[in-house]
Structures are given as structure tokens and as C-alpha cells.
């Protein structure tokens, strides 16, 4: 990165990968004159967020919407990193809110590098054709028994 003095000198101040907002970066004897000769300039560094990457430490988080049919019975969906897309495996029965770790596709600093969490968030179609219709209502009849709900009055009893 270049800066340009008070003096009108260009500086060139190397940015280490992976650096954090608000970490600081010295230039040896880039600074202001003194009786002592010319000090350090010491640079804070500003990190713009990503529009789609959150950062947590090295690691990226990411939320990736997937179908109702891909969470209950598993699937092979594509998820964006910072170099190109990965192939990501979706367990059977992934619920919403389900993080997946992908090794190594994080933020890279120094000798390590972060992970991406991919977090999972099932969406429900907003309109049904009757074929759909008739599906979740074959669904709901066969899974009549099952109320994800049955412990809830128990657990927030006080």
C-alpha cells in the first residue's frame, strides 16, 4: 500500500494478510523527523466488512439457504468461499441453524488459516402448486405423530 508523506513522499507500508480492523502497522523510519532522526510511522489499519463473509478471528461465517427436501433427506449443494465454490455435503435431517466447518477456508494469516462456518437456514416455498400441496399434506399425515413442540411447556416451567 502506498501513503503519501507531509513532505510529499510516497511511502510504501507492506499489509500483512489477515490483518484485523484496528491493528496497527509500523514502517521503520517512515515517521516525522527528530533529534534522534526520523521516528516510525505507525499506520491503523481499517477492514472494510464483506457484503457476504462475516469474519469471526480467522474464521469466515456464511448462511446458505437450503430446501426442505435437501435438510430432511441430505443433499450436495455448492457454497461460495473466497477462491471458488465448493461442493458441501448436507447431512440428512440438518436442521435450521445447523453449522457445517469447512477446514481451512477462512481468512488466511501468517502460517494459519481460519475455517468457513457455513450456517444453514431451511426456507419454505411462499406459494404451492397441488401437486406441492398435496405432498406436504401426505407429509403431515404421516408424521402426525411427531410434535417437535412436546417438551417445551416442561423445559420453561420454572
Do not use: Y
Not at 24 to 35: D, E, I, N
Not at 82 to 88: C, G
Not at 101 to 114: N, Y
Not at 126 to 137: H, Q, S
Amino acid at each position: 500500500m502506498s501513503l503519501r508523506g507531509p513532505d510529499g513522499e510516497t511511502i510504501e507500508v507492506k499489509i500483512p494478510k489477515g490483518i484485523r480492523d484496528g491493528q496497527k502497522v509500523r514502517a521503520r523510519g517512515k515517521g516525522s523527523p527528530g533529534p534522534a532522526g526520523r521516528g516510525d510511522l505507525l499506520v491503523t489499519v481499517h477492514v472494510r466488512e464483506h457484503e457476504f463473509f462475516r469474519r469471526d478471528g480467522d474464521d469466515l461465517r456464511i448462511t446458505v439457504p437450503i430446501t426442505f427436501p435437501e435438510a430432511a433427506l441430505g443433499a450436495t449443494i455448492e457454497v461460495p468461499t473466497l477462491e471458488r465454490p465448493v461442493k458441501v455435503k448436507v447431512p440428512a435431517g440438518s436442521q435450521c441453524g445447523r453449522v457445517l466447518r469447512l477446514k481451512g477456508r477462512g481468512v488466511e494469516r501468517g502460517k494459519t488459516t481460519g475455517d468457513l462456518l457455513v450456517e444453514l437456514r431451511v426456507t419454505v416455498p411462499t406459494t404451492l402448486n397441488d401437486d406441492a400441496r398435496a405432498a406436504v399434506e401426505a407429509l403431515q399425515s404421516a408424521t402426525a405423530g411427531d410434535d417437535p413442540r412436546r417438551e417445551l411447556a416442561r423445559r420453561a416451567a420454572w
